[in-house]
């Protein structure tokens, strides 16, 4: 090939050139497609990126042996798209100048780096040996006689191969075989090794070493937490415990104040995930004991719990703990709308003496609406459930109700109530209306260990009377009955409270106090 700068025209034929390209099947798989650009090649499906260039390097191996070797007379198919392969839009200097092909024309293959195509065509040396990564195959032989060069001297004056001076008292030295140039390896960058933590990178030549290994350590500690499937509360509470410490010493060693900030949120972030794992376990971070997995899991929906029952004390429209206790169950089925759906079982697995009287009462003080009959809602099956109304939870016209809690709170809160009071030994015990409304109310009253009361000091009977309208001789008696049931343990009434805990069956349905 003789040398011509990449604007002049040529009419040469064309280098060959081809692709083979590996993409992705489709979204949310793992399939790999492989496809060339000869129009003859069917497009194959792999099910592994792996897979995939494995058979992408297997057809362009293929193409390879079966295609004729380089033309020495073709055009660099590099040179016919201005070399944007070596020379980049951003490369100034390099565009200043027109690029000048030259040398023999080979057959070069360049891939990818990150192994998403491969490519064979034939360019000139120099283009060859300008392209990183790019591998010769195969050279061209020069052609021979004056036949060769014919076209090309009837169409302009022909230059000098690249490399050779010319001088005007003597011709052109005759074309021969030249060596191809080694082509230039992909540069590699080296990069100082450096972590990064909190948004923040860590200095490679941070003194001492071990703070430096310390954060870089952390940084990673966190990144791999964040993988987790589950949270882990206390091992989050004493990564940020460390956080504090490290980040305190590299501000005492940088003096940054914004790094003792930082410290001082670590310790912050770190009291709350130990304050939220006891509360969600029911015992501290250093303690032996086993972790309680509650069916509600978090502070804000046990004090939702509490306001529900505050509100249905305050606000409850008749009278006795049947009463109360069914409002209870209504009003956590409707709270966020003021609607809701009821089956019978609803209603009758409470352990009401009367259950229809009720259901009438509640609808003849117009607390509650029924499209039919109390004798309807409770013959209702899961199937055909019975929708119900509470107009005084229904929300007002700017869309406040009496309840902080959204629609995707309400049926957690409904779920433990229901759990509350379907438990398996209440019901084998046939637990009455009081006693389950009992049960219901010291779940919410207890400590993070289940002890009744806040610090396990005991309940004010004067409090509990207000969610649990018994009267002392009756509450002696639904006391002893959660005894009998595994509800209770260490028990006692006194005259201004009730002590005791729960027992460990019942921990996973309590809602501790702050």
Known sequence: MTEATASELDERV????????????????????????????AEQRLPSAAAGRAAAVAHIK??????????????????AES???HIRPDDRQMRAQPWRCGGAVVLAVVTDREGRWWQALECCSRCAAATPGAQVVTTARAASGPAADAPAAADRPSTAPAGTPQFSDRPSPAPGPREVPAPRSAPTRR??????????????DLQPVVLRDELVELGELFRAYQQRPEPDLALLADLHERKARAFTTWADVT????????????????????????????????????????????PTQWEHVRSVLAHVADHSPLPGPEARLLVVMLTLRTAHTGTGNLVGQDVTALGLTDPEDLVEKLTGCGWLC??????????????????????????????????????????????WAQ????????????????????????????SADGRLGPGGTGV???????????GPGELQQLVDRLTATDWLSEAAVTDTHLTGRLTERVLPLTCPLP
Not at 62 to 79: D, I, K, M, N, S
């Open 460 to 470: 004010a009977l004067d409090s509990l009377a207000a969610c649990c309208p018994v």
């Open 191 to 204: 990069r100082r090794p450096y972590g990064k933590i909190a948004q923040r990178v860590v200095p490679y």
């Open 255 to 298: 003096g940054d104040i914004n790094l003792r900030l930082e410290a001082r949120r670590a310790e912050q972030a770190a009291t709350a995930a130990r304050f939220q794992h006891q509360q969600r376990t029911g015992v501290s971070t250093d303690s032996d004991g086993p972790a309680v997995p509650r069916l509600l899991t978090g």
């Open 370 to 415: 029924l499209p039919g009959t109390a004798g309807d809602l409770l013959a209702s099956r899961p199937e055909n459930p019975t929708p119900v109304t509470v107009p005084s939870l229904v929300p007002h016209g700017d869309g406040t109700g009496p309840f902080m809690f959204g629609k995707k709170m309400r049926p957690k809160l409904s779920g």
């Open 83 to 85: 070399c944007r392969m």
């Open 419 to 446: 759990k509350v009071v379907s438990d398996k030994k209440l019901r084998k015990a046939k637990a009455t209306a009081s006693t389950r409304l009992l049960a219901l109310t010291l779940a919410t009253r207890t």
């Open 62 to 79: 293929a193409h390879l042996r079966a295609a004729p070797g380089p033309r020495a007379e073709v055009y660099c198919a590099c040179r």
């Open 14 to 41: 064309l280098g060959r050139r081809w692709t083979v390209r590996l993409d992705a099947a489709g979204r949310g798989s793992a399939a790999v497609r492989v496809s060339c650009s000869r129009p003859s090649c």
